[in-house]
C-alpha cells in the first residue's frame, strides 16, 4: 500500500473521532448548562414557597422600603412600588399583586422572577440596546412573560432586587 494513502486513511479516521468528540463535548455542555439553571430555579421556587408559608400560603410582596405615593387597590392592597414609564403608564407594584399597564397579575400566579442587570454599555443600536438593558422578568403560570425594561421604565437596580427578594424568589 501507499504511504499517502495510510496517513490519508489515518487522519481521516481521526478527523471524524475529534468531530464526535466536539459533538458529544457540546451536548454534554448543554445538559449541565440545562440542569444547573433547573436547579437554581428550584432553589427560587422553594425560597418563594417557603414566603408564601408564612403568610398563610398567599404570595406577599414584603417591602421594609418607604412606600409610593397613591392610592390603594381595591384587589391587590396598598401600593408599595411604582415604575413610571416612558411615554405614559407605569408598573404598579402592591403588596398582592401587579398592575402593568392595564394587565392585573396577582403574586400567585408568578411562577418565577429574574433580575438581568444588564451592562453598562448601551450599544449603537436597537439591538444592542435591548440586549445590553436591564430587565425584570416576571415569569407567569399561565400566560406570556412579562418584562420590565429599564429604557422603558424608570426603576432603580435595588428596587428591582427587593421586589424579587420581597416575593420569595431571592438567589440562594
Known amino acids: 500500500m501507499d504511504s499517502a494513502l495510510i496517513i490519508g486513511v489515518v487522519f481521516g ?5 475529534v468531530v464526535i468528540a466536539l459533538v458529544i463535548i457540546a451536548v454534554l455542555f448543554i445538559i449541565g448548562l440545562l440542569q444547573g439553571w433547573k436547579k437554581q430555579s428550584g432553589e427560587r421556587r422553594a425560597n418563594a414557597e417557603a414566603q408564601r408559608q408564612r403568610h398563610g400560603g398567599k404570595t406577599v ?4 422600603g418607604p412606600r409610593a405615593p397613591g392610592d390603594a387597590d381595591p384587589e391587590f392592597g396598598p ?5 413610571p ?3 405614559g403608564g407605569s408598573a404598579r407594584f402592591y403588596e398582592l399583586g401587579l398592575v402593568l399597564n392595564g394587565t392585573r397579575v396577582p403574586y400567585d400566579m408568578l411562577k418565577d422572577i429574574f433580575f438581568d442587570e444588564g451592562s453598562e454599555e448601551r450599544g449603537h443600536d436597537l439591538k444592542e440596546a435591548l440586549q445590553n438593558s436591564a430587565v425584570l422578568w416576571l415569569y407567569r403560570k399561565r400566560g406570556h412573560t412579562l418584562a420590565i425594561r429599564d429604557f422603558q421604565y424608570g426603576f432603580d437596580h435595588e428596587d428591582c432586587r427587593k421586589i424579587r427578594d420581597g416575593l420569595g424568589f431571592r438567589n440562594s
Open 13 to 17: 479516521v481521526l478527523g471524524i473521532v
Open 61 to 64: 410582596l414584603e417591602w421594609e
Open 79 to 83: 401600593l408599595l412600588e411604582e415604575f
Open 85 to 87: 414609564r416612558k411615554g
